[in-house]
């Protein structure tokens, strides 16, 4: 038995083209309970009987390395798939496969069909119909959503500060004051999802967000650039008409975060 007292191991998160996707149910809910990282859902509904996206949880790239810098997850890029085309063997096999389901799908059609024909009533029903003709662009591939831990996770995270393949971000200026806003925020106790909605860059939440509402728009401007009146006030009659205060957040690079908060009241 583990001990009790024992931190839990770091999440394994799929890093990939500057995304970072959860694809376990047990490790989006952990993210949501232990760390207060919400995500987004982005996977695909089932055709029939479901509602809403499903796994795999996105995560903004400021969460990410959030979960990353305190050790509560390991970011780890897809494998080298090596370069040329895969072997003859490997591509015969997939061939073989896709012929396979193809024919079962071919046959599950001519099921249906003929179900369909036997709801009909005797007088409407046909006496001799050939089989359908499933084309074959009407085949339906199933792409695994499955994804194993590796066995040996690169020893460190990315470098933050410099842009690579899997990790575009790395040094950008809005992705570094995205985070030292969003680091601040959430070493206060917040919640915090994505903006974008609400023309801002973080919605904050003093609680889980399935339970409570957005409680301020944050934004954050670049520093030394000048904010049109327009928008500005704009941004403040927009954020009071959904109930929620404007946050514009400005986070130096040497020092931390100062918030000025905005509100649109009558004359």
Known sequence: MGDPEAPPEP????????????????????????????????????????????????????????????????????????????????????????ARSFAEQREAAEGQRQAQLQRLPPNRRPTDTPPAALPPRALLVQLPTARGAPTAPPPGPPDWGRPAPHWPHGGRPRHERRYRVYRDLWARGLHLTGGAKFGGDFLVYPGPPERFHAAAVALCPPPGAPLALGALVAAARLGTHVRKTLLLCAAPAGGGPAYTSLQWGPP
């Open 11 to 98: 999440l394994v998160l799929a890093l990939q083209r500057g995304r970072v996707l959860v694809w376990g149910a047990a490790a989006a809910r952990a993210l949501r309970e232990r760390h207060r990282v919400s995500g987004v859902l982005v996977g695909t509904p089932p055709r029939r009987g479901g509602r809403g996206p499903r796994l795999p949880l996105q995560l903004l790239p400021e969460e990410a390395r959030l979960l990353a810098e305190t050790g509560a997850a390991v970011l780890v890029p897809p494998p080298d798939p090596g370069e040329g085309p895969p072997p003859a063997a490997e591509a015969a096999r997939y061939a073989a496969e896709l």
